[in-house]
């Protein structure tokens, strides 16, 4: 099992960081996607990666981040695709939901996360809010497909387009109390999903409105096999085989 979408540089996992891995090692969660939504942030993944070799290191600037001196730190981000150990760009997208700086501002910020993606053939990690048609279009504009749009929220006909492209369904905790989510999950073909846990934010229902974390993945594998009606064993089997082939893992 491999969470493919986690922050575990945030704050709240300061004070025990140790047991969240101990605990997620005894569910059997092999690796874990780090993903930064900031410079600092994005540094830190680098640095937990010396630590722990199955936390691998997502670099990117979150749109609900973007501050002024954000594309400027772009130059910074690019330094940390270096490392090879860096298997994607991200948490990058575009959230009109907060809308904490202009569409444009975010839609500049984006693309140049999808230029970086496309210089080191690496993954986008996708966030959108109220915004998946834009999101679409800037990367139909930019000729690059490929990543997953994470936490998937739209409907099932964004979906498809969002598969006919290429990308990946990132599905978590939300999956077990959004009946949207759930009804669009029932349709799409597994051969597009990707698990993930997005902690510390959105744990699944039984944790809801606490802190989440990797170890809460089997939680939602289960209710996905549940609601497709197949052996988790086999919904484990494919969706680590997805998370291998776009993130080009070797484990
Ligand atoms: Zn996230």
């Not at 936390?55 to 940390?80: K, R, T, W």
């Not at 369904?169 to 077990?176: A, D, H, I, Q």
């Not at 109390?177 to 039984?206: G, I």
């Amino acid at each position: 099992m491999i969470d493919t979408h986690c922050h575990l540089i945030d704050p709240q996992f300061n004070h025990d960081l140790q047991k969240v891995l101990e605990r997620a090692k005894k569910a059997r969660v092999k690796c874990i996607i780090n993903i930064g939504y900031d410079l600092d942030t994005s540094r830190d993944t680098i640095r937990m990666s010396d630590e722990y070799d199955f936390l691998l290191p997502v670099v990117g600037i979150h749109p609900n981040e973007l501050a002024e001196e954000s594309l400027h730190q772009m130059d910074a981000i690019e330094e940390l695709c270096n490392d090879r150990r860096v298997i994607g760009i991200g948490e990058t997208g575009l959230d009109y939901y907060r809308n904490y700086s202009t569409r444009a501002a975010q839609q500049n910020l984006f693309r140049a996360h999808i230029n970086l993606a496309r210089k080191y053939n690496l993954p986008l990690i996708i966030h959108t809010r109220n915004s998946i048609d834009d999101a679409i279009g800037i990367l139909k504009e930019e000729k690059y497909h490929k990543g997953v749009f994470h936490c998937y929220s739209g409907t099932y006909e964004q979906a498809k387009e969002v598969m006919d492209m290429g990308f990946y369904l990132g599905f978590g905790g939300v999956l077990t109390f959004s009946r949207n989510a759930r009804e669009v999950f029932t349709r799409v073909s597994l051969d597009f999903v990707l698990f993930e846990t997005d902690a510390p934010f959105l744990a699944p229902a039984s944790h809801r409105g606490q802190r989440n974390e990797p170890s809460y993945l089997p939680e939602i594998l289960n209710f996905a096999a549940s609601v497709k009606g197949l052996p988790v064993e086999r919904i484990e089997e494919v969706t680590d085989r997805n998370a291998q082939i776009l993130f080009t893992l070797r484990i």
